[in-house]
T-cell receptor, first 115, second 114 residues
Framework: NAGVTQTPKFRVLKTGQSMTLLCAQDMNHEYMYWYRQDPGMGLRLIHY???????AKGEVPDGYNVSRLKKQNFLLGLESAAPSQTSVYFCASSLRGGSGANVLTFGAGSRLTVL | AQSVTQLGSHVSVSEGALVLLRCNYS??????LFWYVQYPNQGLQLLLK??????LVKGINGFEAEFKKSETSFHLTKPSAHMSDAAEYFC????????????FGKGTMLLVSP
């Protein structure tokens, strides 16, 4: 049972380069999320999806785009990376939202450094 | 809008001592509250959750938390700390609204000394 898998685990980019982080879940969860974690800031929600084909902005969406073409996958894209996007990115999924069932399952994280 | 405040970015205890990690929430509707733990270089794992069934919630690894509406608090406790409890702990809140997402606190790093 893989749970939530993120690729890649590590990546170094130069300013202005683009990249995509892939998140895959095998639990048939409806909701998927992308968070970033920075020291002293906790986890901040970037974008989320409440089902296949849907996306919504979170707390810090600027500079990122997402897509959810298949229920099991949630992609996070950086079109033109900036040093401020150096962070650890976590993908998570949940059966649904807004209830006690909203227990998130997290991936192991993707560490991105932008030079 | 909902928010969570965790008091103390770092808490240090000795092995065997009481662990108390503080969390206060703000929510305009009845909240659901969670504690997650993150071990070094790993993702977050659920410790326990409050969903209005009982105010005292027991979780994994001997942790428990008590929901106090009058104090808008959901503090995490453990009677006796183990070295293996050293990790970062996050309190989080969501609500009963349809598309409500989880809002996390900034985290508290628990340091356990022998």
């Amino acid at each position: 049972n893989a749970g939530v898998t993120q690729t890649p685990k590590f990546r170094v980019l130069k300013t202005g380069q683009s990249m995509t982080l892939l998140c895959a879940q095998d639990m048939n969860h409806e909701y998927m999320y992308w968070y970033r974690q920075d020291p002293g800031m906790g986890l901040r929600l970037i974008h989320y999806s409440v089902g296949e084909g849907t996306t919504a902005k979170g707390e810090v969406p600027d500079g990122y785009n997402v897509s959810r073409l298949k229920k099991q996958n949630f992609l996070l894209g950086l079109e033109s990376a900036a040093p401020s996007q150096t962070s650890v990115y976590f993908c998570a999924s949940s059966l649904r939202g807004g209830s006690g069932a909203n227990v998130l399952t997290f991936g192991a994280g993707s560490r991105l450094t932008v030079l | 809008a909902q928010s969570v405040t965790q008091l103390g970015s770092h808490v240090s205890v000795s092995e065997g001592a009481l662990v108390l990690l503080r969390c206060n929430y703000s929510s305009s509707v009845p909240p659901y509250l969670f504690w997650y733990v993150q071990y070094p270089n790993q993702g977050l794992q659920l410790l326990l959750k409050y969903t209005s069934a009982a105010t005292l919630v027991k979780g994994i690894n001997g942790f428990e938390a008590e929901f106090k509406k009058s104090e808008t608090s959901f503090h995490l406790t453990k009677p006796s700390a183990h070295m293996s409890d050293a990790a970062e702990y996050f309190c989080a809140v969501t609500t009963t609204s349809g598309y409500s997402t989880l809002t996390f606190g900034k985290g508290t790093m628990l340091l356990v000394s022998p």
